[in-house]
């Protein structure tokens, strides 16, 4: 059944006596959110977000689609239904929600052909599975394809030790961005692709386009806000700032950070920071900027309005930063320290993947990532235990249970930087992209990290204590569907175990699958 909240209803849970002392003076427009239990459906519908009508691949006819919001220790059940009719992008579909570790629900995780077969035409799949004890920021999104279905999703925590940072988080402070394209994606593969535009919060323009609406972010002086920035782009890595504001980075992919004041942030593809904005400006307009890493795809903006400014475009300008964030002055606020015997190589397991590039194919240890016929999961759960066993060949990696894995990655040739994603996982960034140094003491602990670009490394740790096969992958489309990506398989002898009991709407995926001949 389709829950509908009101944000403020779900904020109000978290605390309720302050949430009724703001809306009574700072009254907000809230948009409706979903649940955590609840139902979206995959569908097919002509948007302009940057001008352009184009047909795309949406959850619930929008662009993002709706937030999904939970308290920390609910569970989720989702129902994906699949209602996809336009035959130019994909038809069938699957559901990531990108950041939950799904310790215990490998099936829930929504890879196609690593953890499930695909959701085709006319059938759906319930998403049943428990964050546990996460909470933060997060979203969910396809791996099939680059359409428009992807869309936020936030655990509150009632809780947070650092609340006594911000006044407001709730739906309106959720800030997603994202990069656009004005063809579908399926005739985009096996090209070398660029984005048209920068949307935030689903609204931008693009270069000769018209002057398309801009969202508007509404804010009250003297008020504190928690701005969840939600990198939704399937290429772009944007630098992101708020003209004549400082912001306070608290959390990067779910994980609390000691507070950082910075005044523009780098983020890559899939990756989520919450930062505190002080309205301590003069009542007026402020420019919001998303600056991309490509010249040829239009700058995002939209507008940060006080109340009583007049309703106009702001006239503020773009100066250079004095307080760029930097990921190595990122540190994890509780528990810090990356797992295992500290120092470069003192791991229980210590990977070495080297990322090559010949043409348009992407190559992990001389291997390209081809997903297989039969998902990783469903050929460990009918025995398969060993690398030989396991395909695709070359590109799974078997490890023991209750390890700690250094992983190097190093980059080689064109294609960079890349932000690589580890399902299944938080890790501590214990060597960040372009510096020299390593910090097992209180590195960033988080879920996409920038590997870098050609001569350059990263490394990370974490603990192999959530038995499944789990794909590690650059979070740019174009590059997984290319080849960038491996599958960490974590003690296959106890997947089934420790997966079980597997729900029968998982087992119908493969045979519906199969005999629709997709």
């Known amino acids: 059944m389709l829950i509908l909240f009101l944000a403020v209803s779900l904020i109000s849970l978290i605390n309720a006596t302050s949430i009724v002392s703001r809306s009574q003076s700072y009254p907000l427009s809230q948009p409706a959110v979903h649940g955590p239990k609840t139902r979206i459906t995959i569908g097919n519908r002509v948007i302009a977000p940057d001008g352009l009508k184009r047909s795309a691949t949406l959850v619930d006819g929008t662009f993002p689609g709706p937030l999904i919001t939970a308290q920390k220790g609910d569970h989720f059940d989702i129902e994906v239904v699949n209602d996809l009719t336009d035959d130019s992008m994909f038809r069938v579909t699957s559901v990531h929600w990108h950041g939950i570790s799904q310790n215990g629900s490998n099936y829930a995780d929504g890879t196609s052909f690593v953890t499930q077969c695909p959701i085709t035409p006319n059938h759906s799949f319930l998403h049943s599975f428990s964050a546990q004890n996460q909470a933060g ?23 947070d030790p650092l609340a006594y940072m911000y006044d407001v988080d709730d739906a309106s402070t959720v800030i997603t961005l994202a990069d656009w394209y004005h063809t579908v ?46 990198q939704m782009s399937c290429d772009s890595n944007v630098l992101f700032s708020i003209d004549g504001h400082d912001l306070y980075v608290i959390e990067a992919d779910g994980v609390l950070t000691e507070p950082l004041v910075v005044d523009q942030l780098q983020i890559f593809a899939a990756q989520r920071y919450s930062v505190v904005l002080v309205a301590n400006q003069p009542v007026d307009n402020y420019w919001v900027r998303g600056i991309p890493n ?18 106009a475009d702001p006239t503020t300008v773009n100066n250079p930063p004095t307080k760029p964030l930097q990921e190595t002055d990122l540190h994890t ?11 470069y190589g003192n ?18 240890n001389n291997v390209t990532f081809q997903a297989p016929s039969v998902p990783v999961l469903l050929q460990i759960l009918s025995g398969a235990r060993d690398p030989s066993q396991l395909f695709p060949l070359g590109s799974v990696y078997v490890l023991e249970a209750n390890k700690v894995v250094e992983l190097t990655m190093a980059i080689t040739g064109p294609g960079g930087p890349h932000p690589i994603h580890l399902h299944g996982h938080t890790f501590d960034v214990v060597q960040s992209a372009g510096s020299s140094t390593f910090n097992y003491e209180n590195p960033v602990r988080r879920d996409v990290v920038n590997s870098g670009s050609d001569g350059q490394q990263m490394v990370i740790r974490w603990v192999t204590d959530n038995s499944g096969p789990w794909i590690l992958h650059c979070h740019i489309d174009w590059h997984l569907e290319a080849g960038l990506g491996v599958v960490m398989a974590e003690s296959p002898p106890d997947t ?21 001949n997709y």
């Open 496 to 516: 089934s175990a420790h997966v079980s009991p597997v729900p029968y709407e998982w087992d119908r995926l493969c045979p519906i699958y199969y005999n629709g």
């Open 185 to 230: 994606a399926p005739a985009l593969r096996g090209t070398i692709v660029v984005a048209q535009s920068i949307l935030i919060n689903g609204l931008g323009r693009y270069a000769g386009g018209p002057e398309s609406d801009l969202a508007v972010i509404n804010v009250e002086q003297g008020k504190r806000y928690r701005l969840r920035l939600v």
């Open 347 to 364: 791991a229980d397991i210590n990977l070495n993947l080297e990322v090559s590039v010949t043409g348009l194919n992407f190559y992990v």
């Open 137 to 159: 920021t997060f979203w969910y999104h396809s791996h099939y394809s680059c359409d428009g279905l992807r869309g936020a999703l936030v655990i509150y925590d009632p809780q």
């Open 294 to 311: 490509s010249d040829k795809t239009h700058h995002g903006s939209a507008i940060l309005r006080y109340k009583g400014a007049p309703e």
């Open 333 to 343: 606020l509780i528990n810090p320290g990356a797992p295992g015997t500290k120092g």
